[in-house]
């Protein structure tokens, strides 16, 4: 299995629409290290994109890339048709950037009229600090804000006017539970206001819940495309878990068929298996009595890790291989 | 991009510790250097000591204040990601140095000011009206080079190399351009050197108005040149700016 077989391209909806963004084999790297290798994506109007991957995938990498804040060494990137510079300056792109500071000395209000107002189509600033819900904060200085009112205002800064993209690096880190959630439902308002959203993190559980496309990045590829179901179905595996009496034979429950990985802690067995039903059949088979019998789907972040660390297992692409 | 003109300057007044010293420094060092000389004639000048340095370290303050203020904290919003963030605006490169530089000027106006008063009240100088004017106005808007210089200088160095190779460029230019002692008591290959230096041009400025002249079209070009190629150079880093710093 190499990294590009498993590449499926189902933008959830919209194929028929220009795209918002386009990456066409673009690679980029930092000097013997390749970042991005050949990357091909697209974007959709309207799609609520998750971008995920373990550090070093090349998230990061992507999004300033695909903003124009790097160039890529070959390949090209098009955000409506035109060049990542041009659409920032049309306003049609609003981003918070992980590495994006902001100006010290001043405050939070001004900072944000500023962003409103070097917007071509910049929003009412009360209407911007409700939205991103720092009008308590207005005339604090930017220097003395927690982390977590930190990205409130960079969220303000990216949605300062009416653009058409999105893209947020680890929007809500740093945000407790409850800011996290009107962080999310802020920006469930701007999907639904026909904006493309795209956005990385590392919280799992965030891709599965408000994303309705999930591109999975691994050593600046894209190793898996689809929705969150079908993610966790690409990765195969479900999982199994039971009750014994007795004495446990684990020989026997490792020869079990389609078993990926086993787990005994005192009477408890935990399977991982990509054919769950050949998996019970065979234990039943076994002639014992399992109790408790549960089997259910991978979440998302176990469906993340078996899918790169299969990767990973997997023999290296040519190129990689020749270095 | 007049509000980020705005807000820069407002974040230049706000900055009281920087205001202060940039303001205070220049008349001191004056009445340190002018303050015992005699009203002789400099050799080879027409200008005594209190006139020669009035127009020498009002320039210097004024240069202080814009070239290490301006590119040190650059060099800083360009680390906190700041200038990153301000990338994915619409704001053009030239906005962006034209708020530095108005920024800059902010707080070089004051600082020209004080020393001009000082000159009077201490040392007794006395000029035309016209005079007073010209110098003044002449000084604020020639540190328009230095403050885009500055710029230049916090986009090409970053993090630990900003202090040393402003400090480099700044003493550079101070001491062959004559602003610490006059030029005509320096070596002919110091003063080859410096008729072509932005800070020779600088106090040629004030100093033709302060002999009664004019100030030479020669002077007024040079510095023309060097504001075109600091500003533009500014400008162009600024958009090309694509290392994270």
């Known amino acids: 299995m190499t990294t590009t077989a498993t590449t499926t391209a189902t933008p959830a909806q919209g194929a028929d629409r220009a795209p918002v963004v386009s990456f066409r084999q673009v690679s980029k790297s930092y000097g013997a290290v390749r970042a991005v290798a050949d990357l ?284 | 991009m007049t509000t980020l003109i705005k807000l820069e300057i407002i974040r230049a007044l706000r900055n009281k510790k920087f205001m202060f010293f940039s303001v205070i420094y220049p008349p001191a060092l004056y009445l340190l250097i002018a303050g015992g000389a005699d009203s002789k004639p400099i050799p080879g000048m027409k200008l005594d000591m209190a006139l020669y340095f009035m127009v020498s370290m009002a320039a210097f303050g004024a240069m202080t204040a814009v070239l290490l203020g301006n590119s040190e904290r650059i060099a800083k919003e360009r680390e906190k990601g700041w200038v990153r963030q301000l990338r994915l605006t619409a704001l053009p490169g030239r906005g962006y140095v034209a708020a530095k530089m108005a920024a800059a000027a902010t707080v070089s106006l004051p600082s020209i000011l004080l020393v001009m008063i000082v000159a009077a009240a201490v040392k007794g100088v006395r000029l035309e009206a016209w005079q007073w004017f010209a110098i003044a106005a002449g000084t604020w808007l020639g540190s328009f080079v230095f403050a885009a210089l500055g710029v230049a200088i916090g986009y090409l160095a970053t993090g630990d190399a900003v202090r040393p190779i402003s400090m480099l460029v700044y003493f550079g230019l101070a001491f062959l351009g004559g602003l610490w002692m006059p030029l005509t008591i320096l070596p002919q290959w110091v003063q080859n050197i410096a008729e072509w230096l932005p800070t020779h041009a600088y106090t040629a400025l004030g100093t033709a108005v302060e002999a009664g002249e004019a100030p030479h079209v020669k002077d007024m070009a040079i510095l023309a040149g060097y504001l075109l190629v600091f500003a533009g150079g500014a400008a162009w880093l600024y958009r090309k700016d694509t290392r994270k710093a």
């Open chain 1, 40 to 323: 091909d994506l697209e974007l959709y109007p309207g799609e609520t994109v998750a971008l995920l991957g373990p550090n070093g995938a090349g998230k990061s990498s992507t999004l300033d890339l695909l903003l124009g804040l790097r160039g890529a060494d070959s390949g090209s990137v098009t955000l409506f048709g035109t060049t990542p510079q041009r659409a920032i300056e049309q306003g049609r792109v609003g981003a918070m950037l992980q590495s994006g500071g902001l100006m010290e000395g001043v405050k939070v209000k001004e900072l944000v009229r500023l962003a409103r107002d070097l917007h071509p189509r910049g929003y009412p600033l009360d209407q911007i600090m409700a939205t991103a819900g720092i009008t308590d904060i207005a005339d604090r200085m930017v220097d003395k804000l927690s982390g977590g009112q930190e990205q409130r205002v960079r969220f303000a800064l990216a949605t300062a006017g009416a653009g058409d993209l999105i893209v947020l690096d680890e929007p809500t880190t740093g945000m407790d539970v409850s800011a996290r959630q009107t962080f999310w439902g802020a920006m469930r308002r701007q999907a639904q206001e026909g904006r493309t959203v795209l956005f990385a993190t590392h919280y799992l559980e965030e891709a599965d819940e408000i994303a309705d496309r999930v591109i999975v990045l691994h050593r600046g590829r894209v190793l898996a495309d689809g929705t969150a179901a079908e993610i966790k179905a690409r990765a195969g595996a479900r999982r199994v878990a039971f009750e014994l009496d007795g004495p446990i034979d684990r020989e026997a429950l490792h020869a079990l068929p389609s078993l990926t990985s086993l787990e005994v802690s005192g009477r408890t067995v935990r399977i991982q298996s990509h054919d769950a039903d050949a998996t019970v059949h065979a234990l039943y088979g076994l002639g014992l009595y399992p109790h408790h019998l549960e089997v259910s789907g991978l979440g998302l972040e176990q469906a993340f890790i078996a899918l790169t660390t299969a990767s990973d297992a997997a023999p290296a692409t040519a190129e990689e291989a020749a270095r």
